[in-house]
C-alpha cells in the first residue's frame, strides 16, 4: 500500500523560511518523479515544483529563486526549502507521485497523493 506523507508546514512571518518533507512508501520511490503542489482557499490547484528520476527540476514561475525542491532516494523523502516567503503563499501544500519520469506539473497526471501541509504567512 503506498503512503505518501507530508509534514513541516506552520506559520511564519514574510520574509522567512520553511521547509517541508513528504516521506513515500510502499513504491519504487527513485523510480519516481515527484511533486509539490498548493492550492489556497477558493483557488485551483497548482504546480510548485517537481523533480524527476535524474534529479531534473522545474519551478513555477512564482516561486523560482525562491524555492528549492530536493529528494533523498536513501530516505525515500522528498524535501522543499521555501525562502522569502510572502503572503501569496500561504497555502496547503501537497506532495505527489508519478512513475515515471515527468517535467511538467499537471495534477491530474500524478497517481498518489498525501493529505497535506498548512503554511500560514502572515506580512
Known amino acids: 500500500q503506498v503512503q505518501v506523507v507530508e509534514s513541516g508546514g506552520g506559520s511564519v512571518q514574510a520574509g522567512g523560511s520553511l521547509r517541508l518533507s513528504c516521506v513515500a512508501s510502499g513504491l519504487r520511490y527513485s523510480t519516481y518523479s515527484m511533486g509539490w503542489f498548493r492550492q489556497a482557499p477558493g483557488q485551483e490547484r497548482e504546480g510548485v515544483a517537481i523533480i524527476d528520476a535524474y534529479g531534473s527540476t522545474n519551478y513555477a514561475d512564482s516561486v523560482k529563486g525562491r524555492f528549492t525542491i530536493s529528494r533523498d532516494n536513501t530516505k525515500n523523502t522528498l524535501y522543499l526549502q521555501m525562502n522569502s516567503l510572502k503572503s501569496e503563499d500561504t497555502a496547503m501544500y501537497y506532495c505527489?507521485?508519478?512513475?515515471?519520469?515527468?517535467?511538467?506539473?499537471?495534477?491530474?497526471?500524478?497517481?498518489?497523493w498525501g493529505r497535506g501541509t498548512q503554511v500560514t504567512v502572515s506580512s
Open positions: 505527489a507521485a508519478y512513475a515515471g519520469l515527468l517535467s511538467v506539473m499537471l495534477p491530474d497526471w500524478f497517481t498518489y
